[in-house]
């Protein structure tokens, strides 16, 4: 081919750094704001700046931040899954069933898989409703969280279980690592494996794909259908692991309790940066999210603010968030 | 006399790029002015700061009538009288014609309350005025493109419009639609009002200009009087070189091996019995009209739209495609003629996108190898020239051309033997067409079987070694290249239904 003028004033290549700063400047902004939100209650709420109440923060995040991991998957593709609260709640139920010594008493390795299990059979159902009935997300999702919150409740005849297993308690209140709970280790390490997920394994950039171009990604020959269920899937024993977290803190699942967690996890991930459109995610800023609603809370209860005024500011660092992103999206695309 | 429109010393800057510099523009009135350039000359950006759009840099100067203008947005480069005509039609599809005419504007309704029969009237007078036919209640899913584009083109001279811009109009137009498009250009255009047209087709600058202005990488090069000038001195202009007028391709195929065989392929509603071959090396041109079936072919091939019967084989081996993965999997790669729905990952960059297809060579046990993604989207970058400050940039931000580039990319990554390339140069300039033409002639002496869909009958002549003509969903003649000429094809691409449908050029 002959070369012409065309090709050869092509711009400078970005530098590196300069490149990092740019596409990471999302996470720093989230960052700063839970810094700044910290640094707020530090001296608004009297006893806030305590290592302590960082920890507990950290600990009562974990569960709602496990399932955001899982449902950073499924927003990155353009889905939503409504049912990741109470489908928990139903997850926790199942696993008093497996591990009460009232029900079945069964070892706690044996348990646990068939935890987690029930956590990738919901996310299974989800996954097929989507990609091969063809349901919209949100309603193959609602219809999920309705029919998982009637079965927690069928199966635990609507009264309180607890599983006293000290094995199972100990995986969110024991400390592997004297004075961290093994509850915030195990979101770390959850994290840190749903990162190299989403941003290394063929699982993340398709779910990616998908959510940028669903039909461009089939046309490319991706099996559209098998990877978007695969999504669900993870998404459902990321929520199996949140609910062993929340189930194993106090010993015990109150059956009609869940209603309304999708919505936190939800938030948490949108104030993360992951757009709801879908083709955009990012795990780090969803840590961030989750963190950002538990401190919200701990800091509100610490300055004695009324619980009813949390979902206020809640809400409204909700609309904050997502301005923020479609701003910084609008500017990203003009050409 | 005063120029009816004058552009002095307009200049954009984005971030890293100078979209345009220093340009200038003037229009007569009474006048169609042809605007063209390679796809990133910045036509478009320029149009887009003269009807409000853009914001100019400092200096820019903008002057109508004599009187120096501040465009402040698009409504007041409405009531300034200048409008646009996009080449994405910026329609409501779930409203009627008269609906979206209205939408929006005053004196559309009173009080909130929409007064669907006034609506409907006043849509009715505004065609009557215009010649057009066009019912005003039909929904806009229900009427053709063309259709569509009246009404865009209504829509845009019952504003008053002194001075209208249309930017490729006729892209999804048959020969028909074209003339009657053209019939309404000469109506619109009195000694009051001016019209810039913006095209890539040579023969409708021609036909429907009195000057032609050219731009070059944001620079403008000159204008000339169309008339004076052969068509080929305004492409040299264009891509600053002389471009050959070599209208066949140079190669020819040596081998007998088939790879690609269809047959008796009919879909539910459209095919019926198509069967054809495509040998090692060659290139099958697929002509006809619109709505011909050629695209829904190259869809049933590739598994993306079902089967009602038929076989294909490939290298004689029978195959079945059910899916599009299927297809790729067999070593099938198709670009479709709607890029941004179909081809690409607008919010990914470049490297990411040369990949798509062959991920299954780009990770191991599930785990992305990105450094060699980085490799082959360099590589490829490179080799197609697409124009970039780096892969790292994301489709969106690339000219038409340049993300045409990146699909053919990605089946270049994936190594397929037989590529079909759906409408190859849609909204591509010229320079970039004839690159494309050697791409694809490249890529048959490297043995790939080739098929070439295209609506434009040069360019079927140009990269075809035989041109199979489509009409009404059957294939209804196959020309070898040596036989073929823009008459036969036509000839062979009206026949049966188009016949009475008058639809024949």
């Known amino acids: ?174 400390e592997l690592i004297p004075g961290v709970k093994n509850a915030v280790l195990i979101f770390v390490v959850m994290a840190i494996i749903a990162g190299v997920m989403l941003n290394k394994t063929l699982l993340g950039r398709y779910a990616i794909a998908i959510g940028s171009n669903e039909e461009a990604t089939r046309l490319s020959g991706v099996n559209v259908r098998f990877w978007k269920t695969m999504v669900y899937v993870t998404a459902g024993v990321f929520m199996a692991l949140g609910a062993i977290l929340y189930s194993a803190r106090f010993g015990f699942v109150q059956p009609a309790e869940g209603v309304g967690f999708e919505l936190n996890v939800i938030a948490a991930v949108v104030i993360g940066g992951t757009s709801l459109a879908g083709g955009r995610a990012n795990i780090i800023g969803t840590v961030v999210g989750a963190l950002i609603m538990e401190t919200l809370k701990k800091g509100l209860q610490m300055m004695s603010i009324a619980q009813e005024w949390q979902l206020v500011v809640t809400g409204v660092v909700v609309l904050i968030a997502v301005f923020v992103d479609i701003v910084r999206r609008k500017r990203a695309t003009a050409v | 006399m005063t120029k009816l429109l004058e552009l002095k010393n307009v200049s954009k800057t984005f971030p890293g790029v100078k979209a345009l510099q220093g340009v200038h523009l003037d229009l007569n009135g009474g006048e169609v002015l042809g605007l063209v350039g390679e796809n990133g000359a910045g036509k478009s950006t320029l149009m887009k700061i003269l009807t409000g759009i853009y914001t100019p840099d400092p200096g820019a100067e903008i002057w109508l009538q004599g009187q120096k203008v501040d465009v402040k947005g698009v409504n007041h480069a409405r009531d300034l009288g200048l409008s646009i005509i996009h080449q994405e039609l910026n329609m409501v599809p779930d409203l009627t014609v008269a609906q979206n005419l209205f939408l929006g504007r005053p004196g559309s309704h009173s009080k909130g309350i929409v007064n669907e029969r006034k609506l409907n009237e006043m849509a009715g007078e505004l065609f009557d005025k215009l010649g057009m036919n066009i019912n005003p209640k039909a929904y806009i899913r229900d009427i053709s493109v063309a259709r569509q584009q009246m009404v865009e083109i209504a829509r845009a001279l019952s504003y008053d419009s002194r001075i209208l811009v249309m930017d490729e109009p006729t892209a999804a137009l048959t020969l028909a639609e074209t003339d009657a498009l053209f019939g309404m250009i000469r109506d619109f255009v009195t000694p009051e009002t001016g019209l810039i047209y913006i095209s890539h087709r040579m023969p409708e600058i021609e036909e429907i200009t009195d000057r032609v202005s050219v731009l070059r990488d944001g620079q403008y090069i000159g204008t000339v009087t169309t008339k004076d000038v052969e068509m080929r001195e305004i492409i040299s202009m264009m891509v600053g070189r002389e471009v050959s007028g070599d209208a066949r391709p140079r190669t020819t195929v040596d081998s007998d091996e088939v790879v690609l065989k269809v047959e008796g392929l009919n879909t539910k509603h459209l095919l019926r019995d198509i069967s054809f071959e495509v040998r090692k090396g060659e290139v099958l041109g697929f002509a006809g009209l619109m709505g011909a079936g050629r695209t829904e072919v190259a869809r049933a091939v590739f598994g993306a739209d079902p089967k009602q019967s038929g076989e294909i084989y490939l290298h004689g081996k029978k195959v079945n495609i059910r899916a599009a993965a299927d297809a790729v999997r067999a070593g099938i790669g198709y670009l479709s003629e709607d890029r941004k729905a179909f081809g690409v990952l607008l919010e990914q960059d470049i490297k990411q996108n040369a990949v798509m297809a062959a991920m299954k060579d780009f990770n191991i046990g599930g785990f992305i190898l990105d450094g060699k993604i980085k490799t082959v989207g360099q590589e490829m970058s490179d080799k197609l020239r697409v124009k970039t400050p780096s892969v790292n940039q994301l489709l969106g931000k690339l000219s038409g051309g340049n993300q045409q580039k990146v699909v053919i990319a990605k089946w270049l990554v994936r190594n397929c033997d037989v590529l079909i390339f759906d409408e190859p140069t849609r909204g591509i300039d010229v320079g970039a067409k004839e690159e494309i033409y050697q791409l694809i002639e490249q890529l048959s002496t490297q043995g790939k079987a080739i098929i070439v869909i295209s609506s434009e009958l040069p360019e079927v002549l140009r990269v075809s070694h035989r041109i199979a003509v489509m009409a009404h969903g059957h294939i209804t003649g196959i020309l070898d290249n040596a036989d073929a000429n823009q008459e036969n094809i036509m000839e062979l691409a009206t026949v049966g239904k188009a016949q009475v449908d008058g639809a024949a050029a």
């Open chain 1, 1 to 174: 081919m002959s070369t012409n003028a065309q090709g050869t004033d092509t711009p400078v290549v970005e530098s590196g750094v300069s490149r990092f700063l740019k596409s990471s400047i999302q996470q720093v902004f989230v960052f700063a704001a839970l810094i700044l939100i910290y640094v707020f209650f530090m001296f608004a709420a009297p006893n806030f700046a305590q290592p302590s109440i960082f920890l507990d923060i950290v600990q009562q995040s974990a569960y709602v931040g496990v399932m955001a991991l899982g449902a950073t998957f499924i927003i990155a593709t353009g889905g939503i899954d409504l049912s990741v609260g109470t489908g928990m709640t139903l997850v926790a139920v199942m696993a008093g069933v497996f591990l009460s010594g009232d029900w079945l008493n069964l070892p706690l390795g044996g348990g646990l898989i068939l935890i987690l299990l029930v956590g990738a059979l919901m996310g299974l159902l989800n996954g097929l409703n989507i990609s091969v009935l063809g349901l919209p997300p949100f309603i193959a999702t609602l219809a999920m969280m309705m029919v998982a919150r009637g079965l927690a409740l069928v199966i635990s005849g609507k009264s309180t279980i607890s599983i006293k297993n000290p094995g199972y308690v100990w995986l969110a209140n024991g």
